[in-house]
């Protein structure tokens, strides 16, 4: 380990620092352990205090460290070899990272990316299916919250959607060797996503190459940044082999960002939008389907699509309290269909008898009709009720029934 750091960091004055607090852990028997994840823990502690860099780890890894020493014994190129095998298999697994996509309401496309992976001719078609389906939105999320990094090469080709080709989005810089140039590319199967609303979901887990993205979007005005502060580890980091089983990462490189003039390492990315993280998927649909509603240049039966979603999902992110109390006049048969109080909710019995759940949707009393696609809502005038349907311009309104 000592070793690597010695030849490779990207920081050398820090270097010593990094060596001493290695050597007086050996001295100290404080890594005089048997448990390999508590000495991998102990490491990771001491390298990164001594360095301050979130790239500086020791993981206990068996399979990685078997494929690595292969590597190195064949002769291996690192895109061919066991290691990147192995790497290849477990992309595979996770869908090269696209873990999720979904049509939220008023067609805002969803994309969830827990990891980075990239794999030469496998990863760039999962990619083009995925940017297939965000293109058919009329805004983009892309949720990067819990997302630790990855690969470069995933990110330049994400970024590249939403850019022209060939601009320079980054440029990494090496101890004795020539700063290298990351482009963005020409060619695209999928086409670009440039100008369409996009909004990324971030928090404190969101590291390196995830950060990265997050970065560039800011920086180049891309689209908004919605959640918390992410990690703020930067630098480029490769993986070397220790006995009997570990993998060491190492920073050997950093990244210059042609906008800001630096990079996010120490002190993380900032959230255009500062929410509990929990709350970013909500406060993003809320934000996107403002933005959309206010577009002069859209198709009317667009803009009641994005007017008719932004209720339910500002009831998500502010749910709208109502006392038991106040539903009770509501209770009644309405020609054929029912209202009854359930549990302390209201309960909607339409015509075949089928109960769904009423949901409060909005302070001026419209309630959400579960089981419908979020296509029905409910709302008590007087003595009526009133039904308006998503696709209707006029709610429909039914008398309550008399009683004899």
Do not use: C
């Not at 995933?154 to 020539?178: I, N």
């Not at 667009?302 to 006392?323: C, G, K, M, R, S």
């Amino acid at each position: 380990m000592i070793r690597t750091i010695q030849a490779d960091y990207v920081f050398p004055d820090r270097t010593p620092a990094l060596v001493d607090r290695l050597n007086r852990g050996l001295v100290s028997d404080r890594y005089n352990i048997t448990d390999p994840w508590t000495f991998a823990a102990r490491v990771t502690e001491d390298l990164r205090e001594a360095s301050q860099d979130k790239h500086m780890y020791l993981d206990y890894a068996p399979q990685d460290y078997a494929a690595a020493v292969a590597d190195e014994r064949n002769g291996a190129l690192t895109e061919t070899g066991e290691l990147a095998a192995l790497h290849a298999r477990q992309a595979a697994r996770t869908h090269h990272g696209l873990a999720d996509m979904s049509i939220l309401p008023g067609n805002i496309r969803y994309l969830k990316i827990t990891g980075f992976e990239w794999v030469d001719d496998q990863t760039g078609a999962a990619y083009d299916d995925a940017m297939r389906f965000l293109r058919g939105g009329d805004a983009v999320i892309v949720d990067l919250r819990g997302n630790g990094g990855g690969s470069h090469a995933a990110v330049r080709y994400l970024l590249s959607h939403f850019m022209d080709g060939d601009q320079l989005d980054m440029t990494f810089l090496q101890q004795g060797t020539a700063p290298e140039q990351s482009r963005t590319l020409d060619y695209l199967p999928a086409g670009r996503l440039k100008g369409k609303p996009l909004f990324v979901l971030i928090d404190s887990r969101v590291g390196s190459a995830a950060e990265a993205f997050a970065y560039d979007v800011q920086q180049f005005k891309l689209g908004t940044l919605i959640g918390e502060k992410t990690a703020g580890a930067a630098n480029n980091n490769s993986f070397t082999p220790v006995a009997p089983g570990f993998m060491l990462s190492a920073s050997f490189g950093r990244p210059v960002h042609p906008v800001s003039g630096g990079n996010w390492e120490g002190v993380g990315v900032q959230p255009d939008v500062p929410v509990d993280p929990v709350q970013a998927l909500p406060t993003a649909e809320v934000v996107a389907l403002k933005t959309l509603v206010t577009r002069t240049d859209a198709d009317p039966g667009d803009l009641a699509e994005w007017a008719w979603a932004l209720p339910i999902v500002e009831a998500q992110l502010h749910p709208v309290p109502v006392p038991q109390a106040n539903l009770v006049p509501f209770a009644g048969q309405y020609g054929e269909r029912k209202i009854a109080i359930e549990s302390g909710k209201l309960v909607f019995s339409d015509r075949d008898g089928v109960a769904h759940r009423l949901a409060p949707l909005t302070n001026d009393g419209w309630f959400n009709v579960e089981g419908y696609d979020d296509q029905l809502r409910i709302r008590f005038i007087r003595d009526a009720m009133e039904m308006q349907w998503s696709d209707e311009p006029y709610p429909t309104t039914v008398p309550r029934n008399v009683e004899q």
